[in-house]
């Protein structure tokens, strides 16, 4: 199970890290609504992609796939929910909102 939540990481910090490095790459500047939604989106497209390999992989047992996907998910939209929530401070504290 490990072997599966390790890739799952891995899986998320490189879609995150070639999205950010694209957009820089190609000098593409999003506004604040979009760069708030990129991490949610991203979020919704890894969730799809793990709901769809997790339960064909030999490395789980049957009894394991249910904890395994539960897991994948939360670290999925807890690491990207809390890329959303650093440009949502980012933005308020650009705006002098506290």
């Not at 604040?32 to 030999?58: D, K, M, N, W």
């Not at 809390?82 to 440009?87: D, F, Q």
């Amino acid at each position: 199970m490990m072997a599966v939540l390790t890739g799952g990481l891995i899986i998320i910090w490189l879609a995150l890290s070639a999205g950010r490095t694209l957009l820089r790459y190609l000098q593409v500047e999003l506004h604040r609504s979009a760069a708030i939604a990129a991490p949610l989106l991203l979020a919704v497209l890894e969730s799809a992609l793990f709901l769809c390999q997790v339960r064909g992989t030999p490395l789980l047992l049957e009894s394991e796939v249910p904890l395994a996907l539960s897991l994948l998910l939360a670290l999925t939209w807890g690491i990207n929910g809390l890329v959303a929530v650093k440009v949502v401070k980012a933005g308020s504290q650009a705006s002098g909102i506290q």
